[in-house]
């Protein structure tokens, strides 16, 4: 048992964003911290520090242009080096002056076409660094009733998808994200999971859904999302972080343990936990340190999915068929319940690394190191 939880841990593959790694804030400030990467490049190196501490986050997403370079093979190439590599490339038409009033929804075809050449643009660094995952997020929506009209909109939307969807070449595909709200807070041309789902599935089995887990209004039960978007082939990956409020973008597992615990559980039964299925951070840290801030996150999503691998599958199927409502419940309490932290402190030490993936970092000196070494030039943050 702990034998066959250990190998399909040792399977699992999480991605951090290069977003994580610079400077970020709340619209009312952003606390600059020392030794913060000023280029892409600097982002990766940290980025590798996760994965030497934690051996299970060999990849990168990207975001463009917040990661714009000259020679994109080249850096995946340093990637390489490093020993990462890179993963999903982040679209962004959402800072840009055209983009007021939308991007591919956009009224003004001008703007549209602008926009789209920025997602055909995200396909060639695909294509360049090796990656196989395009991330479509869109800002666009109205703040006012009768501003434009809803439904052009949607056409709108589907005219841009289908020919992103038309340029992805052999083994790519593209990954559709919805939030509920913000920036445009009347109505959001992708506001849901139903929105995504219904423009994916019109276009192929290269676009699917991704579940961003800040994205929903309080109370949303994701889990079921999760298990409904498995259940039809169409869940590509999970944004992960935390939220008490709105899109808060904290850290995977703070703010809710159980919540993740219940994702993962609904993960696996589904039979989602493949490579297939993108296990993506999605955060910022604002207060804490970057990179211990990404070993935290990463350890945490470990640890949801080590319970999730525990709960009693026998067990639970006797209690769901003897209607035992309370068995049911306690067989998945049980799991949740176990504390898995020696059980990951085991693997790691069995697979070299240290069983203390936080104190080793923290020993380890790189945070001095790169505060000594990263002097002069502008921190990379968050924006273009
Ligand atoms: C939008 O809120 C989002 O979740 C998208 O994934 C963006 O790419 C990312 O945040 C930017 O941090
Ligand atoms: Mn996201």
């Not at 944004?239 to 995977?252: P, T």
């Not at 209607?323 to 949740?336: I, K, P």
Request: some cysteine.
């Amino acid at each position: 048992m702990a034998t066959d939880i250990k190998a399909a841990l040792r399977r699992q593959r999480i991605e951090t964003p290069s977003w994580a790694f610079g400077n970020s804030g709340t619209r009312f400030k952003v606390f600059a911290q020392r030794g913060v990467p000023r280029d892409p490049y600097e982002k990766l190196a940290d980025a590798a520090q996760v994965h030497r501490f934690t051996g299970v986050a060999p990849t990168v997403a990207l975001h463009i242009p917040w990661d714009k370079v000259d020679d994109y093979a080249d850096l995946a190439r340093h990637a390489r080096e490093l020993g990462i590599g890179i993963g999903a490339i982040n679209s962004n038409v959402f800072q840009d002056d055209d983009y007021m009033l939308g991007s591919v929804t956009n009224p003004d075809p001008g703007v549209r076409r602008k926009a789209l050449g920025h997602l055909l643009e995200c396909v060639d660094i695909m294509d360049l660094t090796g990656s196989d995952t395009l991330k479509l997020w869109f800002s666009d929506g109205t703040n006012y009733p009768g501003q434009d009209d809803i439904r052009s909109r949607q056409d709108r939307l589907a005219e841009a998808l289908a020919a992103v969807y038309d340029r992805l070449g052999e083994g790519q595909r593209f990954l559709l994200e919805y939030k509920l709200f913000e920036p445009a807070f009347y109505a959001t041309d992708v506001p849901d999971w139903g929105t995504a789902y219904a423009h994916c599935l019109k276009l192929g089995p290269k676009a699917q859904v991704v579940v961003d887990t800040g994205h929903h209004a309080p109370g949303t039960n994701i889990e079921f999302i999760v298990a409904f978007l498995l259940r039809e082939g169409r869940l590509g990956g999970f944004d992960f972080n935390s939220r008490f409020y709105a899109d808060d973008d904290l850290m995977v597992g703070a703010a809710d343990p159980f919540q993740l615990f219940r994702i993962m559980y609904e993960v696996i039964r589904g039979g989602g936990y493949s490579e297939r299925v993108a296990f993506m951070l999605d955060q910022c840290h604002n207060i804490e340190p970057k990179v211990p801030g990404q070993i935290r996150s990463v350890m945490n999503v470990q640890e949801a999915t080590a319970k999730a691998l525990l709960v009693d599958g026998d067990a639970l199927a006797k209690a769901q068929a003897e209607r035992d409502v309370l068995g049911a419940n306690a067989v998945f309490m049980d799991a949740y319940d176990t504390d898995v932290r020696s059980l990951l402190a085991e693997l790691r030490g069995e697979d070299g690394l240290d069983p203390d993936p936080m104190a080793a970092y923290r020993r380890s000196g790189y945070a001095e190191k790169v505060v000594a070494e990263r002097v002069g030039g502008a921190q990379a943050g968050w924006g273009a």
